[in-house]
């Protein structure tokens, strides 16, 4: 008798990263025989692959450890897995806390996954691999104990066929006062950049269009190799030089390393998309001198100049922080008056959550009321929505090029079940990320296709496919061969993710 393949169901909370490392591991899993499961109730292994960048995150995942404690009394033998940054942080204290759970496995330790399940399995017993911490040793060791974990990729595990993230680096080292990031994800460690082109062209052999490139810091991507160092606006050419490929996008950018080189590099190289995400995190100097972000307005407003002149249709797009140590009401202000004048396509707003490793934890008070945090947070969402709404109606009566992504929101809640040719409700995004909704057939998904814009509203545009086009383009049987998607990359944005290794939005 055949056995039946083990099934996993694996849950993603966060960033991109872990979209990307859940990616990873599910697809070396697969190779070992596993399938996914349609949920925790049928699997033989849950995952949940974590995020510590705000308590809330953390809050969610032990929740549903709690949760999950029951299938385990119903199964045994189920094998319950903390991977990513809060098992880094939390390490012995996950199993204090819940110890049911099997494996807690760190961002660095990712590629064990599959012996780590199988020595459970076997009857091993609880296991925990993490990194080493960044105080407890020389920078060499830390960095060797955070592997970069990036295998052969497997393109049904994507959420879509077209679209793909590669990281050009782990870790960071700007180590802001807030952040925990560099302490789980540890030091910033850049991979070679033909590793990062063999892989882009792979993926478009594959049939990708789109990849977006992402690194704690992406633009400081640096790598030195004998005499030659290739830097984000080189790699960028290379990426650009590769045939089939439409689009390239890159995130997150730390605002000191937009350089002219890079700004230059987006504007010319007719992929890379006109869309940046530099986080400004404040408006107040003195804020950000607390965050010890490492510059000033003045230098962030000198850096967005240099942006507007070369490319001036670009998007730029901001996190903030509300509720920061020490934030008055004033500082708060500042925080406002950069969000209307600058014009942000879209800011992430985030309140101020004490992270115990960060420098702003050991030192600062968490001093401003929760009930501030949420005024302030709902003042700052209300004026970038104004700002983005009034950027979105510029487009209106202009054609724009989307690259077409699946159905939209409404229409994957409605499960439409339509053929190539049936027409339903589809979302893309322009060359400068914004998203567009439009009817159109479904085998223009994965295409580039012209769009009339016709209204907008704060987070997207609508429109129609330009006269003639929608009958003009053949069929991609490629396109077809995928599931639809919802866009991952803003995922603050009240999105559905399309399936259980995209991430929750969790602030
Ligand atoms: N460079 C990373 C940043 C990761 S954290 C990237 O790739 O985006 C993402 C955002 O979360 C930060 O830009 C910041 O705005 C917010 N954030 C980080 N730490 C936080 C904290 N302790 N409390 C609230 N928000 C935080
Ligand atoms: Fe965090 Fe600052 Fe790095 S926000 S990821 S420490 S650039």
Redesign the pocket.
Known sequence: MRRMPKRLWIETVG?QMNVLDSELVVAALRRQGWDMARGPAEADAVFYNTCS??QHAEDKIYSALGRVRLEKQKKPDLVVGVLGCMAQKDQELIRKRAPWVDLVVGPGQLHQVPSLVADVLAGGGPRLEVSLDRKGAARDAIARSFESYDPDRDPAMRPTPFQAFIRTQTG?DKFCA????PHVRGPEQARDPDTILAEAEKLVAEGCREITLIG??VNSYKFANGGRTTRLADLLVRLDAVAGLDRIKF??NYPRDMTDDLIAAVRDLPKVSHYLHV?A?HGSDDVLARMKRGYTIGEYMEMLGRIREAIPQAAVTS???VGFCGETDAEFELSLDLVRTVGFKNSFI??????PGTKAHERLPDDVPEEIKKERNRLLLEAQAEVSLAGNRRFIGTRQEVLVEGLSTRDEKREVDVGPDGVAQLTGRTMCDRIVVFDAPMRLVGRLVDIDIDDAGAWSLSGRVADGLADAVPLDELALSGESATPLYDIALPQAPPRSTAPTPEA
């Open positions: 960033c960048v705000r960071c807030f952040c925990v990031v704690q810091t995130v997150t986080p995190q996190d903030f922080i985030f309140k101020y959550s004490p992270r």
